[in-house]
């Protein structure tokens, strides 16, 4: 494939278990994650994306260590072993349809530190290439739950670069500029809602930075702000149906998408509104008309 044909990706759509014990239930999402691969696929899609806590996403009640408030989180509660078995059979799905993968799932760090909310970036062999740990906790999720990231991250498929942010992080713009400063062409957005003022977010996100956004989200959110792709002036190029079932949305990423509103903000954002500005003027003065 020439470097400059767009690449096809998608965004899924998925009832996530709140239930981290219940492994019938992790099974159950990865297989519904397996089947939304293969449609995606089969739609010429070369890279998925899928939510925060795409297998489970813990509710902080159920993880609470004090079942009458949320207190530290006791993951000696999480099924560990029914998401490694799923994280593995959703490698190896990848690997046979030929598609890069990302989808959120908790990871582990040695006792007594709490794990990272994450994702995992899965190559079109299985591999696991690279993984981002969401940086911008939420109170909860830094108090009780998470050990917080360090760093943004980007991976690049046939020529197009990708960043991720997760969580609650669409709130935090400096985020999607440090990206925007990374030359990415795409920012993949894995999130468990609120959706109407993530997804808003999203879009302003994609528009002032001038690149495509994925934004993936649960099925319970979906009536507020389904999954979707956003384009760089900030409309959405394609949606899933605001409903709770399973889905896909499909989009072509343009890698050559140019206009001259990136490299004019990065002209903006140096000196040259400095060199401009008339400070010697006595007319500069605010106190007269």
């Not at 899924?12 to 297989?31: M, N, V």
């Not at 939510?51 to 004090?66: L, Q, V, W, Y």
């Not at 999203?202 to 999954?227: F, K, R, V």
Request: glycine share 6%; aromatic share 8%.
């Amino acid at each position: 494939m020439p470097d400059t044909d767009p690449i096809r990706i998608a965004a899924g759509q998925l009832d996530t278990p709140g239930d981290p014990h219940a492994a019938a239930a992790l099974h159950r999402a990865g297989r519904d994650i397996r089947q939304l691969m293969t449609q995606a696929h089969e739609q010429g899609a070369r890279l998925i994306h899928f939510c925060e806590g795409a297998i489970c996403a813990p509710n902080k009640r159920i993880m609470s260590s004090d079942p009458s408030t949320v207190a530290e989180a006791d993951w000696t509660r999480f099924g560990w072993e029914a998401q490694q078995a799923e994280l593995r059979s959703i490698a190896e799905h990848a690997a046979a349809l030929k598609l890069w993968t990302v989808l959120g799932a908790v990871h582990r760090l040695t006792v007594p530190h709490r794990p990272h909310n994450s994702l995992y970036v899965i190559d079109n062999y299985g591999r696991v290439v690279t993984r981002y740990d969401e940086r911008m906790l939420s109170n909860t999720k830094v108090s009780y739950m998470y050990t917080p990231g360090t760093s943004p991250i980007t991976f690049d498929v046939e020529g197009v670069r990708f960043g991720c942010a997760l969580g609650m992080e669409s709130v935090y713009p400096e985020l999607f500029l440090d990206y925007e400063r990374a030359d990415v062409h795409c920012v993949l957005l894995s999130t468990q809602g609120p959706g109407a003022s993530f997804a808003l977010q999203a879009q302003g996100h994609a528009s002032s930075n001038s690149y495509w956004i994925s934004y993936a989200t649960c099925a319970a959110d979906a009536h507020l702000a389904p999954s979707g792709i956003v384009g760089p002036d900030g409309a959405w190029s394609a949606r899933c149906a605001a409903t709770d079932a399973a889905a896909v949305a499909i989009a072509d990423i343009d890698r050559e998408y140019e206009n001259l509103a990136r490299p004019w903000r990065r002209t903006a954002r140096g000196d040259r509104y400095a060199a401009a500005a008339a400070s010697e003027d006595s007319r500069t003065s605010r106190d007269s008309f």
